[in-house]
Structures are given as structure tokens and as C-alpha cells.
């Protein structure tokens, strides 16, 4: 006898609603679904579970219905897993729920609702009646699939099933615990909003929703890894986005097999991108709404990911990863300025150490105006190790500065920058130059909008320092080619990474290195193809 049949010695009973002659689950037959199984999908409440043939039916039986919990889930075992059994109607029904992900106020509506319920006022469908009339819920489904009843139950929503049915109704009562959208600490803006995105999906797309008010607003769900079932959402606007960049980033997450993505946005991007070892992002991160909304509206396609507050913009630049949003939130003349100042602070960043160690090394190259700058005396320590010592130093201080509680902080501060700094200088371990100038290149890191961009231009400074010193004048030279031809070769979503440099696109260009005026940004970025390419309507 199939597992799924009732209890030796008990009927097979036919679901109400059941067509004349459809089988109801003799033995030897296997069990048919009595409804259709579309996959549903809305703003909160998705089961996106490829439905086969060999989907497991719900079994009509409380007791058949317990013990399959008990062996899937671990009822009893788990204590978030709850049952919660009950009578109404004459009809033996259970709430099935993970306590923590489910919102008290609802259930306990529902189950007031129910309890004013009488025998004689159900009707043949009794799980039509509870869907139609006695349940309060907004959002409401039925479901004959077990795997995807399961699937939404650990998703947060709330199972109602009803013996002798077949079936089971699933309640979108969800509450996660979360925290409010607080300002991203990397993305602080003097003048703007101070939202930013959390770690529940749907808050995230509600503030993008909020400031988008589009029509053709898309929002895409999709789940992956088959054991963490991680909620994924691909944002576009259908009429600018360009619709082989959303199939192309649809396409790698739908293949993607994994067991899961318990650390979400970073996997995901490895997963999909698949950039190797190369260190420079090939997407950009944010954790601002405004941020996200303009990209969209540019014909970018965005990333959520559920459990996170960071979202994917897809496609990015190297270019795009050095601009910051106070620069859109002030005047164009002083966001020009604060661009300027700190593109000056990222090529610190990246060639005035290597640069400096080429002039101490040949003083020769350096013009009569420029002979004060080199070291009086070397030191106990060579140059090259000081430059690492320094290097592994500051990125020692930045993680401790990470890992430190805030009260803390100042004081840890201050022992960096006094016994560790002073001290080391005084005692002729460090020169003073190789600080002050490890100190303007680390500020300019810090300057670097995109965290995962700073830290590969820290990558390429230490290379460039040890070529210089290897090979001088000929290893700085080959450093920065290669560096320059490493970026031009990298594609994001088969879009040029050094755009608008190579290939060269005078228009783009400009915007790159001056903030234009908001009415004269009419058209959008040429690099993502976008269905509409003008931004602001003519005038009529």
C-alpha cells in the first residue's frame, strides 16, 4: 500500500470537490493532485517549487499528517516547530508554523474568527469555506504540494490544514525579526535621506518601490540553494532595462546548484560573476534606496537578497565604483569639486608610494624643485620592508578597528597612533616620510567609496612597490601597463569595465570626471543598451 493512503482498514476519502472517476488513492495507484498547481507568486507570499508528476500530496489524515512532520522537519524535536491541533465545525484541523517567523496578532485573529464557526454553515468544499469566509488574512493560498507546503512554512508563513481535504491553506502571516532602516554607516550623505535597506527583503523593495513609482517596476523572485531556499529578487525597469542583460543575469542564478547561501549577497556574486582570483568587484554594492532607484532608472538591474542589506548593481564600472552619492546632493559646481578631490585621493591611493620609493631609489629623475623630497637617513629597517611592515600594519589596525567595541575605539586610536607610530619612528625603525606618505595613501583608500575596490587598489600598490623595487623605472612602467591592460580585458555582464576610457566615449567621459547638472543628463549610459535612451521627455 502506497504511503500516502489512509490507515489499514480505513476508505480511501475523496477530497470534496473531487471530479466523478478521478482516482482518490487505491492501493497500487498513485496518488493524483486534485487542483491545479501553477506556481503562485506576489509581493510577499511566493512558493517557486518546480511542480513534477511525482509531487507528494498532503495526506488526508491528522495522524499521517503529524507523523510526516515529525520525520521531515522534526516536530516534537525542534521546539519552533509547532502544531497547533484544533476542532472546528466538526472538522479536525492544525496550524503548522515556525514560532518566531510568525506573526501572533494574525493567527490569533484567525483562530477568533474560526471559533464563531458552526457545523451546519460548511459546505462540501470545507477548505473553500475556511479560504473564502472565516479566514482574514490578506493573502491566502491553496496548496496540495507537502515539499511546497513545506517550503512556505519555513519561509516564515503559516500552514491551516484541514483533515479529510487534501490540501492545506497557507497564510502569508509573516514577522521577521528585523531592525529599522538606519543610515548605511559606508554611504553617510550630509544632505538626503537617511533610509537605507535592512535584512528583510520585503522592507528593501518597498523603499525602492516607495521612490519608483513606475508601472513597469519589476520585481522578479526566485529562490536558491536547495537546503537554505534563500529568497532572490532581480529589480529592472521593463521598458528601459536591456532585456538580454535581465535574461543573462536571470540565466546564472537559475542554474545556480548549491546547498545554500548562508552568507547571500557574496556567494551569490561568486557564484554568478565568477571572476576567479582577480581582485577588483565586478558589481557594486549599496545600501541606499536612492542609490539603487537611480541605477534602475539608468537601465541597471539590481540584486536583493534576502537576509542581507547590501543590493547588486549590475552592470558596474571601475568608474562607477569611485562615485558617491553626496556628490548628486550638492550644487554641480562642488560635487565636480568633491569628485575631483577624491579621484585625487584614489590615485594617491594607488601611485604615490610607488612613486616616492622610485625617486628615493634613482634621485636623479627628480627636477631641482622637487630634491627635498627622499629620506635624509634609510633607517635600521630597508625601505621595501618598511612599506610592508606599514602595509600589513594599517590593515592590522583597520581589522582590530572593526572587531573593537565603539567605547573602545578612541583609545585603541590613539595606542595605534602614538606608541605604535611615534615610537617606532623615534626608535629608527621607520623613517618619517614612509609614514606620512603610507598615511595620505591610506586616507585615500578610505576615501574610496566602494570597500571592495579599495582594497584591490591596495593589492595593486604593493605590487607596484615591489616591481620598483626589482626592476626601478622599467618595473614601475610594466606595473602600470598591466594594471591598465588587466582592467581594460574585465567585462561585468559583457559590459567594457573601463568604460568610458576604453573604448573612449567623449560624453561619457565627461560626465565621469564632472557632475553635470541634473536637466543636462538627458541621456542614459550608452554602455547598457538601454530600450530608451532619453532620459527627460521633450518639451511639448
Known sequence: MSEWNEEPGQPPIKPAGTPAGMPVGREGEEPKRLTDTKPFLSSRLHVDISRKDSARPIPSRLERFRSLLKEEVGLDTSFDVVLREMTFGNRRTAMFFMNGLSDGSVLTEVLKRLTYLHPEELSADALHAFMEQYVPASQVVKETDFDALLDAVLS??????????????????????????????????VRGSRDGFTETLMVNVSLVRRRLRDKELRYEVMKVGKRT????CIAYIADIADKELVDSIRGKIEVLK???????DKQLEEATVKRGWNPFPLVRYSERPDV??????????????????????????????????????QTPFIGSYLRLVRYAGILASLFLLPLWF?????????????????????GKIPLLLQFLLVEVGVDLMRMAAVHTPTPLATAMSLIAAILIGDIA???????????????????????????????????????????????????????????????????????????????????????????????QQRQRPSLLKPQQSDKLPDNP
Open 156 to 189: 516564515g508563513s503559516t500552514a491551516f490544514y484541514v483533515e479529510h481535504e487534501g490540501a492545506a491553506l497557507v497564510i502569508d502571516a509573516k514577522s521577521f525579526p528585523s531592525r529599522g532602516p538606519d543610515e548605511p554607516a559606508t554611504e553617510r550623505v
Open 229 to 232: 531556499q534563500t529568497d532572490v
Open 258 to 264: 548549491a546547498d545554500g547561501l548562508p552568507l547571500a
Open 292 to 329: 539603487v532607484a537611480s541605477h534602475l532608472l539608468n537601465g541597471n538591474v539590481a540584486v536583493f537578497t534576502d537576509t542581507t542589506p547590501s543590493v547588486m548593481i549590475l552592470p558596474t564600472t571601475y568608474f562607477d565604483l569611485m562615485q558617491h552619492a553626496e556628490e548628486n546632493r
Open 358 to 378: 622610485l625617486y628615493v631609489l634613482q634621485p636623479q629623475l627628480l627636477p631641482s624643485a622637487l630634491s627635498f623630497i627622499g629620506p635624509t637617513n634609510a
Open 425 to 519: 619612528v623615534k626608535t629608527g625603525l621607520f623613517i618619517n616620510e614612509v609614514i606620512l606618505y603610507m598615511a595620505v595613501a591610506s586616507i585615500g583608500m578610505f576615501a574610496t567609496p566602494s570597500y571592495e575596490l579599495g582594497l584591490a587598489n591596495r593589492i595593486m600598490r604593493l605590487v607596484l612597490i615591489v616591481a620598483v623595487a626589482a626592476f626601478q623605472v622599467p618595473g614601475f612602467v610594466i606595473g602600470v601597463t598591466l594594471f591598465v591592460v588587466l582592467l581594460a580585458m574585465e567585462r561585468s555582464f559583457n559590459r567594457p569595465y573601463l568604460w568610458p576610457f576604453i573604448p573612449f566615449n567623449p560624453k561619457g567621459m565627461a560626465s565621469v570626471i564632472i557632475r553635470p547638472p541634473f536637466l
